[in-house]
Structure formats: structure tokens, C-alpha cells
């Protein structure tokens, strides 16, 4: 079975630094690989996605994720955060040995805090 | 947005008690999912649906069944509710079709608590 890392629970930033979340992924075969952002109290919504094509995917909001295939890696970035990226951020991978409609396999998450 | 809503948006039930919980889409999407959020574990898939009356468990089915009957509505009822069931619960959906799968998109969330 598929498993997914996110590598820090916690993060806590100053406003204006660079952010980098870190996700990797134990499934050897083709996948989807997606990161969701949550906003307390809200439902999850797509941050990017990749599919296929350029490892380097940008996505809304600023945030950009780089698919390192020899490391089984989608890392998270942005280069400078603000107040309102604050938020729990998931990655999540999707398999595509049953046709891709076997859902999404996320990580436990990451709280990401800014101060200001 | 997809169009999905979930009722009811929260919950308090008795242990013991059948709870049936609805996801409603307006897209006539293919792929439809139930999954579980709790402290520590992100998400967690309950079952999923690949068409009407086609469904498959996921990672956490113990004490859960689902339902398909219309494309549009995927009910998720807990049979005898437990304390371990406190949970926030998220349906989604799967764009496009067939080669043409695009991201998931979820819904509101309802919010069961189990006493």
C-alpha cells in the first residue's frame, strides 16, 4: 500500500520567509501528486497538482512544488509567506494502477504558523 | 466549485444510534469518496464509488457502509455509532472521465460527534 511523509507537524514562521514542506511518497509506480491547503474551520482546497510533464508545478497563492521522481519527493514551497498562508497543509498521492479512482492517499499534515 | 454539499453540516448522536450522512453533487461526476479527518492522521479514505451501485472500501471501512443508488448522492450511514467515530467527515469527487482524470474536489464537511 501507498504511504505519504509530510516531514515537519509543525512550522512556525516569521512573515516575508521562505517556505519549503516537505512530502514524499513509498508507491514505485505512476502518480498523481497534489498538495491542499486548510483554513481553520474551512474544507480542503487544491493548492497544485501534477500529473505529468515539467516537475515543476506552480500552483495558486504563490506556492510552487517541485515532483523528484529518484526521490519520491513533491516538496511545497513559496518564497515568501504571509500572515494568511496560515493554515494546516496536506500532501497527497494517487496511484495509478487502478485506473486512478481509488482515491487519495494524504499525509498526516502540516500546521504552518505565521507571525507577524 | 463542484457542486457537492454535505448534510448535516453537524451532528451530536448517542453511541449505539444509526447515523446516516449524505454527500450531494450536481455534476453528474463518475468517482465520488467518503473520508474521515482526525488530529494526527490527516485523512483517511472510508469507501468510494467508481459509478451507481459500484462501491469499494477504502483504508478505515470498519463499522461503515455506503450507498449509491442515483449518480448525484453518496450516503455514508454508520450502523452503530462509537465514541472512536467523533470525527470531522469529508465527501469529494474526481473530475473528468475516463484517461482525462483531473483533481478532487471536497465538500464541506460535516462534523459527527458521538456521546
Known amino acids: 500500500a501507498q504511504s505519504v511523509s509530510q516531514h515537519n507537524h509543525h512550522v512556525i514562521l516569521s512573515e516575508a520567509a521562505s517556505l519549503e514542506l516537505g512530502c514524499n511518497y513509498s508507491y514505485g509506480g505512476t502518480v498523481n501528486l497534489f498538495w491542499y491547503v486548510q483554513y481553520p474551520g474551512q474544507h480542503l482546497q487544491l493548492l497544485l497538482k501534477?500529473?505529468?510533464?515539467?516537475?515543476l508545478v506552480k500552483g495558486i497563492k504563490g506556492f510552487e512544488a517541485e515532483f523528484i521522481k529518484s526521490k519520491f519527493s513533491f516538496n511545497l514551497r513559496k518564497p515568501s509567506v504571509q500572515w494568511s498562508d496560515t493554515a494546516e497543509y496536506f500532501c497527497?498521492?494517487?496511484?495509478?494502477?487502478?485506473?486512478?479512482?481509488?482515491?487519495?492517499?494524504f499525509g498526516k499534515g502540516t500546521h504552518l504558523i505565521i507571525q507577524p | 466549485d463542484a457542486g457537492i454539499t454535505q448534510s448535516p453540516r453537524h451532528k451530536v448522536t448517542e453511541t449505539g444510534t444509526p447515523v446516516t450522512l449524505r454527500c450531494h453533487q450536481t455534476?453528474?461526476?463518475?468517482?465520488m469518496y467518503w473520508y474521515r479527518q482526525d488530529p494526527g492522521h490527516g485523512l483517511r479514505l472510508i469507501h468510494y464509488s467508481y459509478g451507481v451501485k459500484d462501491t469499494d472500501k477504502g483504508e478505515v471501512s470498519d463499522g461503515y457502509s455506503v450507498s449509491r443508488s442515483k449518480t448525484e448522492d453518496f450516503l455514508l450511514t454508520l450502523e452503530s455509532a462509537t465514541s472512536s467515530q467523533t470525527s470531522v467527515y469529508f465527501c469529494?469527487?474526481?473530475?473528468?472521465?475516463?484517461?482525462?482524470?483531473?483533481?478532487?474536489?471536497f465538500g464541506s464537511g460535516t462534523r459527527l460527534t458521538v456521546v
Open positions: 455534476e453528474n461526476h463518475r468517482y
Open positions: 469529494a469527487i474526481r473530475d473528468g472521465t475516463g484517461g482525462d482524470l483531473g483533481g478532487y474536489t
Open positions: 497527497a498521492v494517487n496511484s495509478l494502477s487502478g485506473g486512478g479512482a481509488d482515491g487519495l492517499t
Open positions: 501534477y500529473f505529468s510533464g515539467d516537475p
